[in-house]
């Protein structure tokens, strides 16, 4: 195989946000979890709202398979549920970025921590969570997914991301919406803790 081969290949395994028309008054969302824990959850939850068709798509990780790329949806926003008690839930996150167009770090990308309250969390790896969404000038969203309360929360959190993504929101575009809602890093994220 020529190296010119091996481009095509990665071009066409790379998730692409224009590459398909939208539907009438409906939206797409992939949710992106190594660990399958909290995104069924979620994904009832979102179905379950009834101002938008809102179509979920379930992944463990990216690239997604290329045998039903023509009958994908468009994808409108994908969100990375990274639960913060797992070095690997972390490392799937990130190592699957590379498949993602850069356009959709125009606002079609986020990320959903869970278990950042869990005293078993290393600070270093909530600060490279935070780094990581910060560098790519992506919203951080954090939710609690063991009560039914978390999960209603999120779902409320993630639509409204998704509406302005899908361009469902007529005031407010998803560039905009990132702009306001990316995460930074404070000044001294570089500092040890005085724990």
């Keep these: 195989m020529k190296v010119g081969d091996l481009s095509v290949y990665i071009d066409m395994s790379l998730l692409k946000p224009f590459s398909k028309l939208p539907a009438l008054n409906a939206a797409t969302i992939l949710l992106v979890e190594r660990e399958e824990r909290f995104q069924q959850n979620l994904a009832d ?11 979920v798509r379930l992944a463990k990780s990216l690239p997604l ?12 926003l994908v969100v990375f549920i990274i639960n913060l008690t797992s070095e690997l839930s972390l490392k799937s996150a990130e ?5 993602l167009d850069p356009g959709y770090f125009l606002g079609k990308v986020c990320f959903l921590a869970t278990n950042a309250r869990n005293t ?5 790896r909530l600060d490279a969570m935070r780094k990581l969404a910060a560098s790519l000038h992506c ?7 063991q009560t039914p309360d978390g999960v209603n929360s999120a779902t409320e959190r993630l639509l409204t ?3 302005v993504a899908a361009g469902l929101v007529p005031t407010a575009t998803a560039l905009y919406l990132s702009s306001l809602t990316r995460c930074t ?6 500092q040890p803790s005085f724990e």
Excluded: Q
Aim: hydrophobic share 35%; charged share 30%; net charge negative.
């Design 45 to 55: 939850a979102l179905v379950g709202d009834t101002t938008v068709t809102v179509n």
């Design 65 to 76: 398979p290329m045998d039903n790329e023509e009958s994908r949806p468009r994808i409108d």
């Design 95 to 99: 190592a699957s970025l590379k498949y």
């Design 120 to 124: 078993s969390v290393p600070t270093e």
């Design 139 to 145: 919203p951080l969203l954090f939710a609690e997914d």
């Design 161 to 163: 991301v998704l509406k």
């Design 185 to 190: 890093i404070p000044p001294d994220i570089d």
